[in-house]
């Protein structure tokens, strides 16, 4: 079953501003805020309790929040893949209310979806040009995993402590394309170390 901002986890009704939407709600339904007695969020509906004893339920897709709460969600937005699965979620608000024949909130919801529809179409150009961007970094990132990867499986077969001095040496030369990546230093320094101590026991047990 399709997702909706609701139940896909991209709101939660119980973190909205109370306050706001209190003035939503008696905005909404023309009447004083003292008139309202109290609201209830509940997972899908806002339950109005008013002064003189009945209460309604209101749609937060009735509100302006909905609206700005909606564009938060694309904006919290940091790769394709979110954006996508929140997508599905956005297709299945826009087909919310197909079936009213209310002329007025068919005309509200379509510059909801309108105003939605513009908030994705930048963010996705926003995510498309920082990957962009960070292309040469990861491509970097990823030259680094390998030298580092390579060298683990030939400090792998090193077999005594002077041949691994000699590697170390020859690592420590290489390693100032890497010095910008303190994880992949840090990785490989570990690697060294444990190594030489592998082989240092080794030496040690042979003594004996």
Not at 17 to 23: A, D, G, H, K, T
Not at 80 to 95: G, N, P, Y
Not at 98 to 103: C, I, P
Request: overall charge negative; charged content about 25%.
């Amino acid at each position: 079953m399709s997702k909706n901002l609701t139940t896909g986890g991209f709101i939660n009704p119980q973190q909205l501003p109370l306050e706001q939407v209190c003035l939503e709600v008696a905005a909404l339904l023309k009447v004083t805020l003292k008139q309202i007695e109290r609201l209830e969020l509940w997972p899908h509906q806002i339950w109005v309790k008013f002064v003189e004893g009945r209460g309604k339920f209101i749609s937060y897709r009735r509100l302006p929040l909905w609206v700005e709460q909606g564009i938060a969600a694309i904006n919290n937005c940091r790769d394709h893949s979110s954006l996508k699965l929140l997508a599905e979620a956005l297709s299945v608000e826009r087909d919310w209310y197909q079936d009213s024949n209310d002329s007025e909130l068919l005309q509200q919801w379509d510059l909801t979806i309108s105003l939605w529809r513009q908030a994705w179409g930048e963010k996705s150009q926003e995510i498309t040009q920082e990957e962009e961007q960070l292309k040469p970094l990861r491509a970097h990132q990823q030259a680094a995993s390998n030298w580092l990867q390579a060298w683990q499986q030939v400090l792998h077969f090193c077999s005594d402590c002077d041949s691994l001095n000699r590697l170390a040496t020859e690592i420590e030369q290489q390693s100032h394309e890497f010095a910008d990546l303190p994880e992949i230093m840090a990785a490989l320094r570990q690697i060294l170390q444990q190594r030489w101590l592998e082989l240092s026991h080794t030496k040690v047990a042979d003594a004996v």
